[in-house]
């Protein structure tokens, strides 16, 4: 699965502040997450937006949801994650359209 630099800069993030906690079982955990992601992605299984966003559907874009996080991506192959979103982070103030 291919990222955007905003995506791979979001997901580094991540890494590193469960590092600076001490938490190397949620580092472990969103590597494990990306791949379900990317598996679901690829089985078709997204959807236009979060259920509880619908106004930030877009054409071209896709939403799916693996453990605690969104990500969007390209609806359309090659398939790219655009973005990851904690699952309880205001998503509609964070996405850009």
């Known amino acids: 699965m291919r990222f955007s630099r905003a995506a791979?800069?979001?997901l580094a993030e991540l890494r590193r502040h469960y590092r600076r906690k001490n938490r190397p079982e949620a580092v472990q955990?969103?590597?494990?997450?990306?791949?379900q992601a990317?598996?679901?992605?690829?089985e078709g299984k997204s959807q236009a937006a979060p259920g509880?966003?619908?106004?930030?559907?877009q054409a071209g874009h896709a939403w799916i949801?693996?453990?605690r996080y969104w990500f969007v991506h390209t609806s359309t192959r090659p398939h790219i994650i655009l973005a990851v979103f904690?699952?309880?982070s205001d998503i509609a103030?964070?996405?850009?359209?």
Do not use: K
């Open 93 to 97: 103030g964070r996405f850009e359209r």
């Open 38 to 42: 990317a598996r679901r992605i690829t």
């Open 65 to 67: 949801h693996a453990g």
């Open 86 to 88: 904690y699952d309880e």
């Open 8 to 10: 791979r800069d979001q």
């Open 29 to 35: 955990n969103l590597s494990e997450v990306v791949r």
């Open 52 to 57: 509880t966003y619908p106004e930030i559907a």
